[in-house]
């Protein structure tokens, strides 16, 4: 079994939108043109990350969003795994794992210097998968306030 990471183009948009409306609808995200145009944006600039498409013996399998930022506390660029998934028929073969991996060195390759992402609570498959791979909880919670809503101008 052979898998591979390739930054998605424009001849991969079809597949990975419909990868991204399956993966918010599983995880139990709106989606929608802000979405898409948010993963556009992403692909015009690498400076902002990449957006990369897992493939399993050369087949589309799912794929992954890297986006890059700075943190003084973690002493310079950071990245955040935004999107991760794997279509259901790829699943159980050790494509997220074997992903992780990949995405890890991407990221070193890049000049990060830590990487994180979010997990759903209740979501214990995922977080074993974390875990294995050398993922750890920090004993900080993530908040966030939306800039963008009516309700918070």
């Known amino acids: ?3 591979t990471l390739t930054e998605c183009t424009d ?3 079809e597949t990975l939108t419909a990868f ?3 993966f918010n609808e599983e995880d139990g995200h709106g989606y929608g043109p802000e ?3 948010a993963l556009r944006e992403l692909m015009a600039n690498p400076l902002h990350g990449r957006a990369l498409m897992i493939r399993r013996d050369g087949e589309p ?3 992954a969003v890297l986006c890059y930022g700075f943190a003084v506390e973690f002493h310079g660029r950071d990245g955040f795994l935004d999107e991760i998934y794997v279509a259901p028929a790829h699943r ?3 494509v997220a794992a074997h992903a992780l991996e990949d995405l890890v060195e991407i990221a070193r390759t890049d000049g990060l210097k830590a990487l994180h992402l979010e997990v759903m ?3 214990e498959g995922a977080m074993r998968l974390y875990r294995r791979a050398g993922w750890e909880f920090r004993p900080a919670r993530t908040m966030t306030r939306y800039l963008t809503r009516e309700s918070d101008r």
């Open 92 to 94: 159980g073969y050790g």
């Open 121 to 123: 609570d209740g979501n």
């Open 1 to 3: 079994m052979d898998i």
């Open 20 to 22: 991204m409306a399956a």
């Open 11 to 13: 001849a991969d948009w």
């Open 61 to 63: 399998a799912g794929y």
């Open 35 to 37: 979405n898409e145009a």
